[in-house]
């Protein structure tokens, strides 16, 4: 399963160059033919769609317990990241499916950071032995995160439809940690597990994790199977948000809401209200992203190749086998698209959080079938709506 993918972050502090310098919220590069190009910080890489769980919210429908035949090869694979370390450097998260059902995962993981990338791994967790625990740090991959979505076995394994994926999962955290490999618990909040929030938190702190990423459910793939009933409504996002905010000023672990880029206005009305500034000091790297990344600089690379904005935007810019990477990131009009807020419609359009949330592009794209459309899972009326509406 593919979890969190818009915003893993590295190491905390690795969302900035190699020489510490941390990225501004709209990173370019000027190109040589002078167009300024949008800087890639976080690329997922769907190594293969062959999984050994089920699970009720994963991105896709068609996951195997084999790997697929049409999975990039070894070959492809090296020449994809050949051309992805041509133009840019981002952080690349080999995730899938389970990547570590593919032989040659470590090979891929030793030629990009040959190449100067910083890798990380997005995992089930329950593959992972002493040995592959070792071999994850020998190689240097630089964290692990590893999805957990509920405070106990009974919930966890209900979601991931497989009995022991809990205890498992558990286990190769521990052999991650006794190898001394970082570890990031990533959770999908949704109806299942919602009041297991304060339980989850505080198991990552006991198996410590350094990270707790909380994904907010996008209905795609096996999403929209179970959406209507485990979806949280808007008014409960709005109040584990809020939560998520007053737990993160506890810094006991590197907090991030994924895919609920409405945190982005809840951090700062929060800060407003409470008289704090916003900044490093006050809120760490929240401070340096923004909600929705997708395509502009976080993107999704499918098994087959296929470039999407994000792993929940099934809106596809291109295919590595056919095109550089460079050329697709830089000039699909996709892309294009999605780097003008200012294309945005209904209340996004006209809100004042538009630069720091944007709202999810994939949730209304699933829900009207138009990318640009409002975030429909967002509370805030924004005042100039407020206005036309008390106009008409
Ligand atoms: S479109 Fe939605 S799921 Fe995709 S990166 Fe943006 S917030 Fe996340
Ligand atoms: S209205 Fe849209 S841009 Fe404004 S806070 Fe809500 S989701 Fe974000």
């Given at each position: 399963?593919?979890?969190?993918?818009?915003s893993?972050k590295?190491?905390?502090?690795?969302?900035?160059?190699?020489?510490?310098?941390?990225?501004?919220?709209?990173?370019?590069?000027?190109?040589?033919?002078?167009?300024?190009?949008?800087?890639?910080?976080?690329?997922?890489?769907?190594?293969?769609?062959?999984?050994?769980?089920?699970?009720?919210?994963?991105?896709?429908?068609?996951?195997?317990?084999?790997?697929?035949?049409?999975?990039?090869?070894?070959?492809?694979?090296?020449?994809?990241?050949?051309?992805?370390?041509?133009?840019?450097?981002?952080?690349?998260?080999?995730?899938?499916?389970?990547?570590?059902?593919?032989?040659?995962?470590?090979?891929?993981?030793?030629?990009?950071?040959?190449?100067?990338?910083?890798?990380?791994?997005?995992?089930?967790?329950?593959?992972?032995?002493?040995?592959?625990?070792?071999?994850?740090?020998?190689?240097?991959?630089?964290?692990?995160?590893?999805?957990?979505?509920?405070?106990?076995?009974?919930?966890?394994?209900?979601?991931?439809?497989?009995?022991?994926?809990?205890?498992?999962?558990?286990?190769?955290?521990?052999?991650?940690?006794?190898?001394?490999?970082?570890?990031?618990?990533?959770?999908?909040?949704?109806?299942?597990?919602?009041?297991?929030l304060?339980?989850?938190?505080?198991?990552?702190?006991?198996?410590?994790?350094?990270?707790?990423?909380?994904?907010?459910?996008?209905?795609?793939?096996?999403?929209?199977?179970i959406?209507?009933?485990?979806?949280?409504?808007?008014?409960?996002?709005?109040?584990?948000?809020?939560?998520?905010?007053?737990?993160?000023?506890?810094?006991?672990?590197?907090?991030?809401?994924?895919?609920?880029?409405?945190?982005?206005?809840?951090?700062?009305?929060?800060?407003?209200?409470?008289?704090?500034?916003?900044?490093?000091?006050?809120?760490?790297?929240?401070?340096?992203?923004?909600?929705?990344?997708?395509g502009?600089?976080?993107?999704?690379?499918?098994?087959?190749?296929?470039?999407?904005?994000?792993?929940?935007?099934?809106?596809?810019?291109?295919?590595?086998?056919?095109?550089?990477?460079?050329?697709?990131?830089?000039?699909?009009?996709?892309?294009e698209?999605?780097?003008?807020?200012?294309?945005?419609?209904?209340?996004?359009?006209?809100c004042?959080?538009?630069?720091?949330?944007?709202?999810?592009?994939?949730?209304?794209?699933?829900?009207?079938?138009?990318?640009?459309?409002?975030?429909?899972?967002?509370?805030?009326?924004?005042?100039?709506?407020?206005?036309?509406?008390?106009?008409?």
């Amino acid at each position: 399963m593919l979890n969190n993918t818009c915003s893993l972050k590295v190491n905390g502090a690795k969302e900035s160059t190699r020489e510490g310098k941390s990225l501004p919220r709209t990173a370019h590069h000027r190109h040589p033919g002078g167009k300024k190009q949008p800087v890639l910080r976080l690329l997922f890489w769907e190594t293969t769609t062959g999984c050994n769980l089920e699970c009720a919210h994963c991105r896709r429908l068609d996951v195997s317990q084999r790997l697929a035949k049409s999975d990039l090869t070894t070959e492809e694979g090296l020449a994809f990241i050949d051309a992805l370390t041509a133009t840019q450097k981002p952080i690349l998260v080999f995730s899938g499916g389970e990547p570590l059902m593919r032989p040659d995962i470590f090979e891929l993981a030793a030629y990009a950071i040959g190449r100067g990338l910083i890798v990380a791994l997005a995992t089930n967790g329950t593959l992972v032995t002493d040995q592959i625990a070792a071999k994850i740090k020998s190689v240097g991959i630089d964290r692990v995160s590893i999805s957990i979505d509920g405070e106990n076995a009974e919930t966890h394994d209900g979601f991931r439809r497989l009995p022991g994926s809990f205890d498992r999962a558990l286990e190769g955290i521990a052999y991650l940690r006794a190898h001394d490999v970082p570890v990031q618990i990533n959770s999908t909040v949704a109806k299942h597990n919602d009041d297991q929030l304060p339980g989850i938190y505080d198991l990552a702190i006991d198996v410590g994790a350094i990270a707790l990423h909380l994904f907010m459910l996008v209905p795609v793939g096996c999403g929209v199977q179970i959406a209507d009933s485990v979806m949280l409504s808007a008014e409960r996002q709005e109040e584990v948000l809020h939560w998520f905010y007053d737990k993160s000023k506890e810094k006991a672990l590197q907090m991030k809401a994924t895919c609920a880029p409405h945190y982005y206005r809840i951090m700062r009305q929060r800060a407003q209200a409470e008289g704090t500034k916003i900044d490093r000091s006050t809120h760490g790297m929240a401070v340096l992203t923004k909600g929705c990344l997708a395509g502009t600089s976080v993107c999704f690379v499918s098994h087959k190749g296929q470039v999407f904005p994000c792993g929940y935007l099934p809106v596809e810019a291109g295919n590595v086998r056919h095109q550089p990477f460079g050329e697709i990131w830089e000039n699909a009009s996709l892309f294009e698209t999605l780097r003008r807020p200012e294309l945005l419609k209904g209340k996004c359009g006209v809100c004042e959080y538009i630069k720091v949330c944007g709202g999810c592009r994939a949730r209304a794209y699933g829900e009207v079938g138009d990318l640009l459309e409002e975030e429909p899972y967002c509370i805030y009326q924004p005042p100039i709506q407020i206005s036309k509406t008390l106009d008409n």
